[in-house]
């Protein structure tokens, strides 16, 4: 669908999921572009999130917790461990896993690129009430919660 197409069609006759990849693939050119300087793609900013938000994880569950598999896991944390951004320590506990955690330069990097979202979505927003933002920011955690939990149950089946 062309921009000029979506401009011109009703909403409600959109897909939520359609919307919400029209928005995901915008947001990655954008990071794509943006990111370049630091030497990042967006798949593996979305790999230093999950090492910032539980110290010493291990690659399963950043794959997990990206959604990607374990072989991309691998190839990214390889990657950014070879750009200084984290550093990778056997796991004393269980020796045959790495635990993965952020070098300075990758806490640095993960600042900077937060930075970056934040300016997105300001420009995304621009325009509309913060109020907006925060409801649609709870609407969508409540989907992605749910839409995990359909795919878990489905899982099991």
Request: glycine share 6%; hydrophobic share 35%.
């Amino acid at each position: 669908m062309s921009f000029d197409e979506l401009k011109k069609t009703d909403a409600s006759s959109l897909p939520i999921g359609k919307l919400i990849s029209i928005i995901a693939k915008s947001q990655t050119i954008f990071l794509n572009h943006n990111l370049k300087d630091f030497g990042i793609s967006p798949t593996q900013l979305h790999v230093l999130f999950e090492i910032y938000n539980q110290a010493d994880i291990n690659q399963e569950k950043i794959a997990n917790g990206c959604n990607i598999n374990k072989g991309a896991v691998a190839r990214n944390i390889k990657k950014l461990e070879d750009g200084g951004f984290v550093k990778r320590e056997i796991d004393e506990n269980n020796r045959r896993q790495n635990k993965v955690s952020l070098t300075s330069k990758g806490s640095e990097t993960l600042n900077k690129s937060i930075s970056i979202l934040y300016q997105w979505e300001d420009e995304v927003f621009s325009g509309n009430e913060m109020k907006q933002k925060e409801q649609l920011q709870i609407a969508l955690k409540d989907l992605a919660i749910k839409s995990i939990q359909l795919n878990q149950r489905g899982e099991k089946q």
